[in-house]
Structures are given as structure tokens and as C-alpha cells.
């Protein structure tokens, strides 16, 4: 062990012989340690230091506003020289930047970095301002790496030399604003389409296309008869077509109807209220349209028919006044577009109905069918109320009757049999708008099930009431059918017993009759 350490210290004492010569101190900080215990600060830090780590003097507030106010008219000279689209609806100043702002769509702030007008705007925020109001999802309609990711891009299209740069920002955003209304009106119309406007038997909404930040194109009332269709069968089909146009990149949604709709009365045209993103309400809005249309050509076709007046007209329906007792109501069901009758009477109108969802139906025809059965309600009713004695008997086909020219031309007719006057009967004809009335005389009636009901099979003779002398002086139009089945009951009894007397031998001088009440 000795030696080794002897060995250690010789080897030690030539390395500090050879290499000594050229050994020398270090450098002292005597500046710094000066600085440090006279000051107790250190003031030459490297400029990298001093730029990224110490903090810099805080301003005052009369620095901050002066600094304020000149980045405040630096932004107002800037936009002064800077072309300013129209879809800025908003330009506020204040605290050194600017808010552009599109209503509904988007809000940028942006600010300047100094006064050399080459160096381009500089995006602080921007915020999505579009809202899915049928949603009630607290979530935002974009995503913020969306937002982040939208930020960059409109900050590149700032350092295009080439463009305006604040037209080039509203080109992208607004964009892109009506690409994510666009999705927003598609998600709205399938949500439509299975649940709100489905049924079991039809679907009343169909999604027809939809192109992402181009167009969206619905269907609504299928399968219904157009008003204009000149061929049986042809159904119509109501499109609605929300697309973006092509040319101008700063205009709005465009709306195109198929087929076209007129304007209604003292309303504007349809159009899609972007502060309010709802696709049901354009729909309603256009089926209001498209309903007044509808039945205005209705009135066109109703205005041909003899003894009708139009009462009213709107968005919702059509009333009108047939030979002024009969009030017919037509609307059309919202969903479907399918026209429905109404009456003020308790009567079949099915026939009118399907004549004015199809135009190669008359409606002349449906509407003569109504006052007849109208007619025949209403003489129903007087008898059952007065208790009359009478006995209806069922519709008899004319073909029946050879013997009488004059039941040839009757295709409609009610018969009322006197029970006191078994061998007459009165027969109203009520094909026309003025009532007829025929005065038959029957064969004695033979009690067999074929011609129990049949009364035309039983006319010996008819006559027209007009034609009998008690009835040549009478205005019969005038007249309610009630009083001319009194009267005629009269008559008639006038005429028996005229006839017995004459049978007697016995000169009839006059008659007075006092009919009462069923007796």
C-alpha cells in the first residue's frame, strides 16, 4: 500500500511539472459581483433572457388609452381604404379592434398590428351565429376543432394580396354558414318525414335530394289530383326546391316551386326567414299559397254553374251558396292537399267531392244530385213535422212507363200517395232547380209483391198540376211543397165530391173545404 501511494505522488508531481507551464485562472466576474452587492440586482442579462423572461414595465392607463385610441383610427383609416361588403349589417369599433358581423351567420373581430397598411388584418374571434331552433340540444351546431379549424382558414385568406381581404373573409364564412343552414333544413325534414308528417297509410313529406352546400328538394302532396290536369288519372306531385345559387357567391337561399304558385292577396312571396331556420313553417307558409290557389281555380270552375255565389274565399277555404239555401264549404286538408266537401244539410256529397279532386267529372252533374237530395230532405222533414198522411214511395226507373209520354222525361222523382185519396198520387219532379209537379191517376192497386211499391206501373193518366184549373191561377214557385201537397189534397177531395154529387144528380153551387192536420 505504501509504495502504491509513493508511486501516485511521483507520477502526480511530473503531470504539474509538464502541464502547469501553460495553466492559468479563470475569468472572474468582478462587474457582476460588484453590481449584485452594491445594487443587490443584476442588470446584464442576455437580450434572450431579457425579451422572453423578464417581465416588461406595465403601462399606465393613460398609455393604454392613448394606444387604444391610435389602434382605433389606424382600424378606421383601414376600413375607410378597404372595400366593405353589404352582408356586414354591424361594424362596431371599440378597444383597439372591430366586430363585422352578419346577422344569423357569423361575427369576426379583428384588429391590425401596426400602422403599415401591407401587414394584413388579424383575426382576435370568431363565432357561428347559426342556430337549429327546432333542436333542443344545448350542444353548438359546430364542433370547436371546427371552429379552430375555420378560424385558420379565414386568417389565410387574409394574406391574400390578390383579393379584398374582408370580401374574401364574408365569401368563405358566409359559405359555409349556408352549407351548415342547408344541413341543419335537411336534418329537419327527415325528422319531418318519420315522425311529424308520417302516417301508417301515406307519407305525406319525401325527401327527394340533397347535395351537400348545394340543394335540398322535398315532396309534398302525393297522389293527389291536380286542378289543372286535363288527363284522367294524371296525379300531381307539389315540390319544393331550396338550393344555392350560382352566381353571386354573397347571395342568400333561393326557393323554387313546383309547379309554379301565384301570389296571394296582400301577402308577400314565400321565402325562408333565416332568423328563425324552420323548414315546417316554410311548408305551411307555402301550402297557404298553394291552397288559395287551388280553390281560386276552383271558383273559376264553380262560377260556370247556374244559381251559385261565391261567398268568401281565403287561405283556408271556399264557401259558397247554392240556389240560396244550400251552403257548401270546401277546404282542403293541410297535409295531403286532398279537397273535402261540407253542407249545411245532413246530405251524400261524396259525388262533389270527387269531382273536384278530379277535373273530367262534372260538376254541374254532383251538384244537381245535392239539391235533389237536398229537395227531398227538406219535403221529408214538412211532412214528418206536419204529420201529413202520406206514404213515400221508393225512386221508379221511367223505362218502366209506356203508356205516358209525360214520365219520360222524369229520371228523378218523389211520389207521394194520399192514404185518403188511394187512387191519385203526386209525383215531384226534382231533376230541375224549379220543382215539378205531376198529377197521376192510378189503376185500382192489386196486392202482389212485384208491383207493391211500383207505382209507375199502375199510371193510367198523368197531368202536369199547372194544367188543373184549382192550380192554372196559382204561382207554384212561390209556393213551398208543403202547401202544395195541402192544396193538392184539396183538390182532390174537391174533385171526389164534385163527382158524387154528379152521381146524384145533385148540382154542386161550391164546396167549403176545412182541412186539417192529418185528417
Known amino acids: 500500500?505504501?509504495?502504491?501511494?509513493?508511486?501516485?505522488?511521483?507520477?502526480?508531481?511530473?503531470?504539474?511539472?509538464?502541464?502547469?507551464?501553460?495553466?492559468?485562472?479563470?475569468?472572474?466576474?468582478?462587474?457582476?459581483?460588484?453590481?449584485?452587492?452594491?445594487?443587490?440586482?443584476y442588470s446584464r442579462l442576455p437580450?434572450?433572457?431579457?425579451?422572453?423572461?423578464?417581465?416588461?414595465?406595465?403601462?399606465?392607463?393613460?398609455?393604454?388609452?392613448?394606444?387604444?385610441?391610435?389602434?382605433?383610427?389606424?382600424?378606421e383609416q383601414r376600413l375607410v381604404l378597404s372595400k366593405i361588403p353589404i352582408k356586414y349589417k354591424n361594424i362596431e369599433i371599440e378597444q383597439g379592434y372591430v366586430k363585422l358581423t352578419?346577422?344569423?351567420?357569423?361575427?369576426?373581430?379583428?384588429?391590425?398590428?401596426?400602422?403599415?397598411?401591407?401587414?394584413?388584418?388579424?383575426?382576435?374571434?370568431f363565432d357561428v351565429l347559426v342556430q337549429n331552433p327546432k333542436d333542443d340540444d344545448p350542444r353548438p351546431v359546430v364542433h370547436l376543432q371546427q371552429k379552430e379549424y375555420l378560424t385558420e382558414l379565414l386568417q389565410s385568406r387574409l394574406f391574400d394580396p390578390?383579393?379584398?381581404?374582408?370580401?374574401?373573409?364574408?365569401?368563405?364564412?358566409?359559405?359555409?354558414?349556408?352549407?351548415?343552414?342547408?344541413?341543419?333544413?335537411?336534418?329537419?325534414?327527415?325528422?319531418?318525414?318519420?315522425?311529424?308528417?308520417?302516417?301508417?297509410?301515406?307519407?305525406?313529406?319525401?325527401?327527394?335530394?340533397?347535395?351537400?352546400g348545394d340543394r335540398l328538394t322535398v315532396r309534398y302532396w302525393s297522389g293527389?289530383?291536380?286542378?289543372?290536369?286535363?288527363?284522367?288519372?294524371?296525379?300531381?306531385?307539389?315540390?319544393?326546391?331550396?338550393?344555392?345559387?350560382?352566381?353571386?357567391?354573397?347571395?342568400?337561399?333561393?326557393?323554387?316551386?313546383?309547379?309554379?304558385?301565384?301570389?296571394?292577396?296582400?301577402?308577400?312571396?314565400?321565402?325562408?326567414?333565416?332568423?328563425?331556420?324552420?323548414?315546417?313553417?316554410?311548408?305551411?307558409?307555402?301550402?297557404?299559397?298553394?291552397?288559395?290557389?287551388?280553390?281560386?281555380?276552383?271558383?273559376?270552375?264553380?262560377?260556370?254553374?247556374?244559381?251559385?255565389?261565391?261567398?268568401?274565399?281565403?287561405?283556408?277555404?271556399?264557401?259558397?251558396?247554392?240556389?240560396?239555401?244550400?251552403?257548401?264549404?270546401?277546404?282542403?286538408?293541410?297535409?295531403?292537399?286532398?279537397?273535402?266537401?261540407?253542407?249545411?244539410?245532413?246530405?251524400?256529397?261524396?259525388?262533389?267531392?270527387?269531382?273536384?279532386?278530379?277535373t273530367m267529372l262534372s260538376i254541374s252533374d254532383a251538384l244537381n244530385k245535392i239539391r235533389m237530395r237536398v229537395d227531398l230532405l227538406l219535403i221529408k222533414n214538412s211532412l214528418q213535422i206536419h204529420q201529413i198522411r202520406h206514404q213515400l214511395v221508393p225512386?221508379?226507373?221511367?223505362?218502366?212507363?209506356?203508356?205516358v209520354p209525360l214520365l219520360n222525361s222524369v229520371t228523378a222523382a218523389l211520389y207521394i200517395r194520399f192514404k185518403s185519396n188511394i187512387e191519385y198520387c203526386l209525383a215531384i219532379d226534382l231533376q230541375h232547380s224549379k220543382l215539378r209537379y205531376l198529377l197521376l191517376k192510378l189503376e185500382p192497386q192489386v196486392n202482389t209483391p212485384d208491383n207493391k211499391h211500383c207505382v209507375l206501373n199502375r199510371v193510367i193518366a198523368c197531368t202536369e198540376v199547372t194544367d188543373i184549373s184549382v192550380f192554372s191561377i196559382i204561382d207554384l214557385d212561390s209556393m213551398s211543397p208543403l202547401d202544395v201537397i195541402l192544396k193538392m189534397e184539396r183538390a182532390i177531395l174537391y174533385i171526389n165530391l164534385k163527382k158524387e154529387w154528379k152521381k146524384k144528380g145533385q148540382k154542386c153551387l161550391g164546396i167549403v173545404l176545412r182541412v186539417e192536420t192529418g185528417v
Not at 425579451?51 to 383610427?73: A, H, M, V
Not at 336534418?187 to 301508417?200: G, R
Not at 319544393?240 to 296582400?266: A, E, Q, T
Open 1 to 41: 500500500w505504501y509504495q502504491r501511494r509513493v508511486r501516485e505522488a511521483v507520477v502526480s508531481t511530473q503531470s504539474t511539472g509538464s502541464s502547469g507551464i501553460n495553466a492559468e485562472y479563470g475569468v472572474f466576474g468582478l462587474q457582476s459581483a460588484v453590481d449584485v452587492l452594491v445594487t443587490g440586482t
Open 224 to 358: 293527389v289530383m291536380a286542378v289543372g290536369s286535363t288527363q284522367p288519372g294524371i296525379m300531381s306531385t307539389a315540390i319544393l326546391v331550396i338550393y344555392l345559387p350560382g352566381g353571386d357567391p354573397l347571395d342568400s337561399f333561393k326557393i323554387d316551386h313546383r309547379p309554379d304558385i301565384s301570389k296571394m292577396p296582400d301577402r308577400e312571396t314565400v321565402k325562408l326567414d333565416i332568423s328563425n331556420l324552420s323548414l315546417e313553417r316554410l311548408l305551411e307558409e307555402t301550402i297557404e299559397h298553394r291552397t288559395y290557389e287551388y280553390l281560386s281555380n276552383l271558383k273559376d270552375r264553380l262560377s260556370v254553374v247556374p244559381d251559385i255565389e261565391i261567398v268568401s274565399i281565403n287561405c283556408e277555404e271556399l264557401v259558397t251558396r247554392f240556389h240560396n239555401k244550400i251552403e257548401l264549404k270546401f277546404v282542403l286538408v293541410h297535409y295531403t292537399g286532398y279537397a273535402i266537401t261540407f253542407c249545411n244539410y245532413n246530405v251524400l256529397v261524396s259525388e262533389l267531392t270527387k269531382a273536384i279532386n278530379d
Open 395 to 403: 225512386f221508379t226507373s221511367p223505362k218502366q212507363v209506356e203508356t
Open 47 to 75: 437580450l434572450c433572457i431579457k425579451d422572453k423572461i423578464i417581465p416588461s414595465l406595465t403601462l399606465t392607463d393613460k398609455e393604454k388609452t392613448d394606444t387604444l385610441n391610435k389602434l382605433t383610427s389606424l382600424i
Open 102 to 125: 352578419v346577422p344569423h351567420e357569423f361575427a369576426v373581430r379583428l384588429t391590425v398590428p401596426n400602422d403599415d397598411f401591407k401587414n394584413p388584418w388579424r383575426i382576435l374571434s
Open 162 to 212: 390578390d383579393q379584398e381581404p374582408l370580401e374574401n373573409l364574408c365569401v368563405v364564412a358566409h359559405q359555409f354558414c349556408l352549407s351548415l343552414q342547408l344541413e341543419i333544413l335537411y336534418q329537419q325534414a327527415m325528422k319531418m318525414k318519420n315522425v311529424t308528417w308520417n302516417t301508417s297509410r301515406i307519407k305525406m313529406l319525401q325527401v327527394m335530394d340533397y347535395i351537400e
